[in-house]
């Protein structure tokens, strides 16, 4: 039987808050209930948001939770020629265009998918002639092909989910106007790189694995087993969020020990019946998928 391998690929763009905790323990609970390999990952592919400050207090925060891993993985900010590798591979196979729409353009022109807000590229720049590119005067991004293809996959929490790529996102961003390598092709070819076999992550990302799906056979890497896991949201039934520092490291590090936060994470991820205080271990020797919500769980920043 092939070796788990799972990671923890947060984005140290602020101090981690409760949320992120959660995807953090299931997925090293996972891990480790498996006898597995945890590879920690830093996404700090966006140099406005990601500071190494952060990157350092990160990890300073999961290891004061007890939250270890096995192999750290290069930043992403210094993977730029794997990246470029990749990407040079899909440009070889003619799937690659350059796209010179404005956000207000795409707003404007394409209402936002149902399920995610998000906006689906309607192909506009990917029939203009070398003429007409080279009228442009703005820097383009750089966005891949698309098939008329439907691709689905079997979460290991929220069963099976589907999109039709042309329908539900249209051609997707792989390389932004300032050269930063776009999250769906850094995210596929870092995980091949580690090895990784799991991805624990939250519901969020749901809708972004097709995609992934698709460059992953595009590129010839292995397909990880995707587990999404549920969000927690605030009574008014937003995201718990960095932005808004809901219940974040620097708050519950004054207020509880790390077996007191685990233990109410733990019991949020239905893993204990009652929030009592447990270590890291403990909860992964009772770790089970059944266990764990596949529905958003609801969490009062006043009570924790």
Same mark, same amino acid.
């Given at each position: 039987?092939?070796?788990?391998?799972?990671?923890?690929?947060?984005?140290?763009?602020? =101090?981690?808050?409760?949320?992120?905790?959660?995807?953090?323990? *299931?997925?090293? &609970?996972?891990?480790?209930?498996?006898?597995?390999?945890?590879?920690?990952? *830093?996404?700090?592919?966006?140099?406005?948001? /990601?500071?190494?400050?952060?990157?350092?207090?990160?990890?300073?925060?999961?290891?004061?939770?007890?939250?270890?891993?096995?192999?750290?993985?290069? !930043?992403?900010?210094?993977?730029?020629?794997?990246?470029?590798?990749?990407?040079? !591979?899909?440009?070889?196979?003619?799937?690659?265009?350059? /796209?010179? &729409?404005?956000?207000?353009? *795409?707003?404007?022109?394409?209402?936002?998918?149902?399920?995610?807000?998000?906006?689906?590229?309607?192909?506009?720049?990917?029939?203009?002639?070398?003429?007409? =590119?080279?009228?442009?005067?703005?820097?383009?991004?750089?966005?891949?092909?698309?098939?008329?293809?439907?691709?689905?996959?079997?979460?290991?929490?929220?069963?099976?989910?589907?999109?039709?790529?042309?329908?539900?996102?249209?051609?997707?961003?792989?390389?932004?106007?300032?050269?930063?390598?776009?999250?769906?092709?850094?995210?596929?070819?870092?995980?091949?790189?580690?090895?990784? $076999?799991?991805?624990?992550?939250?519901?969020?990302?749901?809708?972004? $694995?097709?995609?992934?799906?698709?460059?992953?056979? !595009?590129?010839?890497?292995?397909?990880?087993?995707?587990?999404?896991?549920?969000?927690?949201?605030?009574?008014?039934?937003?995201?718990?969020?960095?932005?808004?520092?809901?219940?974040?490291?620097?708050?519950?590090?004054?207020?509880?020990?790390?077996?007191?936060?685990?233990?109410?994470?733990?019991?949020?991820?239905?893993?204990?019946?009652?929030?009592?205080?447990?270590?890291?271990?403990?909860?992964?020797?009772?770790?089970?998928?059944?266990?764990?919500? !596949?529905?958003?769980?609801?969490?009062?920043?006043?009570?924790?």
């Amino acid at each position: 039987m092939k070796q788990i391998v799972g990671r923890f690929a947060p984005s140290p763009s602020g =101090r981690m808050h409760l949320g992120n905790l959660f995807s953090a323990l *299931l997925a090293w &609970c996972s891990v480790r209930s498996q006898n597995g390999t945890m590879v920690l990952r *830093l996404e700090d592919l966006d140099p406005a948001r /990601c500071r190494p400050e952060y990157c350092e207090q990160l990890k300073e925060d999961l290891l004061w939770l007890g939250l270890s891993w096995d192999t750290e993985q290069t !930043k992403q900010s210094l993977r730029t020629d794997a990246y470029r590798q990749e990407f040079q !591979k899909l440009e070889n196979a003619g799937l690659v265009y350059t /796209c010179y &729409c404005t956000r207000n353009e *795409l707003h404007a022109a394409s209402a936002p998918h149902a399920s995610d807000g998000n906006v689906r590229y309607p192909g506009t720049c990917r029939t203009l002639t070398a003429q007409e =590119r080279a009228e442009k005067k703005k820097a383009p991004c750089w966005r891949v092909c698309v098939p008329d293809e439907v691709i689905s996959f079997a979460d290991g929490l929220q069963g099976m989910y589907a999109e039709k790529l042309q329908d539900d996102c249209g051609d997707f961003i792989i390389r932004r106007a300032d050269g930063v390598y776009a999250y769906q092709l850094a995210v596929v070819t870092d995980d091949a790189a580690a090895g990784v $076999t799991q991805v624990v992550r939250g519901c969020d990302l749901l809708s972004s $694995t097709p995609r992934q799906i698709w460059l992953q056979r !595009k590129l010839g890497f292995d397909t990880p087993q995707y587990y999404h896991v549920p969000l927690l949201l605030a009574p008014d039934g937003r995201r718990l969020s960095k932005r808004e520092h809901d219940l974040d490291m620097e708050a519950l590090r004054q207020r509880y020990s790390p077996e007191e936060i685990l233990g109410k994470l733990g019991c949020l991820a239905g893993l204990n019946p009652e929030a009592l205080p447990m270590c890291a271990a403990e909860l992964s020797a009772c770790f089970s998928w059944e266990k764990v919500p !596949k529905r958003s769980v609801m969490v009062d920043p006043a009570c924790f």
